[in-house]
T-cell receptor, first 113, second 114 residues
Framework: GESVGLHLPTLSVQEGDNSIINCAYS??????FIWYKQESGKGPQFIID?????DKRQGQRVTVLLNKTVKHLSLQIAATQPGDSAVYFC????????????FGQGTELSVKP | EAGVTQSPTHLIKTRGQQVTLRCSPI?????VYWYQQALGLGLQFLLW???????NRGNFPPRFSGRQFPNYSSELNVNALELEDSALYLC?????????????FGPGTRLLVL
């Protein structure tokens, strides 16, 4: 069935290091992927997205990589800061999904000063 | 530019009661989505409204319903509340369908059912 899963539920990194958060998806029809950041008590905040016609997309300090062959998505955060501490969700969807985003369970990123 | 707004921020109800949650989308967005985030579970899709019409609903019972107004704001109604309805209810909005536009979320309404 459709699912988006994360390999690591928790990730602890030192301030200044790079972070990599991984996500696996099972629906080969998915063609749009989004990463969200959710801080405690807040709603998910859009970070970056990528469509299936791309392999890589960069933003400010963040990079998303898409490997359609193995159905894998990753979020790289450069020079991780304490403010990056949050739960990160990947989400997938495709045309005819009826507006529905399928979310992974989330990875909690903890940044040690 | 104002983001998605939701009200109330917190709500406490008892079993069997009914609740109405409200959402105002980002200006210019016509699609509104509702998600449930229960403790220990991921975000689960509830409903999608676009141009005043319900376009899709997730795997939730009929006591979860809603509507979208001409100004694109939306309400989520939950009847006959059950304990397991306790969750964070999130509203998101996007530009027009078919639903592959980026969804931007509000802060959510935290519902506690006692």
């Amino acid at each position: 069935g459709e699912s988006v899963g994360l390999h690591l539920p928790t990730l602890s990194v030192q301030e200044g290091d790079n972070s990599i958060i991984n996500c696996a998806y099972s629906n080969s029809a998915s063609d749009y992927f989004i990463w969200y950041k959710q801080e405690s008590g807040k709603g998910p905040q859009f970070i970056i997205d990528i469509r299936s016609n791309m392999d890589k997309r960069q933003g400010q300090r963040v990079t998303v990589l898409l490997n359609k062959t193995v159905k894998h998505l990753s979020l790289q955060i450069a020079a991780t800061q304490p403010g990056d501490s949050a739960v990160y969700f990947c989400a997938e969807t495709f045309y005819n999904q009826g507006g529905k985003l399928i979310f992974g369970q989330g990875t909690e990123l903890s940044v040690k000063p | 530019e104002a983001g998605v707004t939701q009200s109330p921020t917190h709500l406490i109800k008892t079993r069997g009661q009914q609740v109405t949650l409200r959402c105002s989308p980002i200006s210019g967005h016509t699609s509104v989505y509702w998600y449930q985030q229960a403790l220990g579970l991921g975000l689960q899709f509830l409903l999608w409204y676009d141009e005043g019409e319900e376009r899709n609903r997730g795997n939730f019972p009929p006591r979860f319903s809603g509507r979208q107004f001409p100004n694109y704001s939306s309400e989520l109604n939950v009847n006959a509340l059950e304990l397991e309805d306790s969750a964070l209810y999130l509203c998101a909005s996007s530009l027009a369908s078919p639903g592959q536009e980026t969804q931007y979320f509000g802060p959510g309404t935290r519902l506690l059912v006692l």
